[in-house]
């Protein structure tokens, strides 16, 4: 009797959202074919690393597929002190990320799109060195995961509007 309700309730809530023009962001026409088409370019570094593993997971990148986009990433990346004891040793940091990337159609080279994200999280820092190097580490990650999911919506949201390159 219960799931007949459920399923009484999902269908009259389909229904409805069918009926007022909502369509889902990955339902759009073009907008999978196009993120697995984007080719990602990252800084050297553990940053770029993680970004870029991200993003193609993300993007779920066709490796046999050429690439429609290019993408070019910098980054930036910051470390604060927070929550200082009164020994002046800080206990929690801040990590902020910041990725500026510009999105560049294949053939021609013409820009298509350009954007910035910034994620900023916070960690703790053990009294242990290896606890302090483990936390950062995942800080990191975290922050590069994080951005990914980001630059993935920014851009899905982009292609699903008609995407066309400037100039």
Known sequence: MKRAITLAVLLFAAAGLGACGFAPLYGA???VSSLAAIDVVAPDGRAGYLIREHLDDAFAKNHGAPAAYRMQLSLSEARYPRGVRIDNVATRYEYVLVAD???AA???GALAKKGRVRVELTYDSADQ???SIAAQQDAQDR???EAARRIQLELAAWLANGAKPKG
């Open 29 to 31: 026409p073009g907008v």
């Open 101 to 103: 990337y510009a999105l």
């Open 106 to 108: 294949v053939p021609s």
């Open 129 to 131: 060195p290896y606890a």
């Open 143 to 145: 922050g590069a995961e």
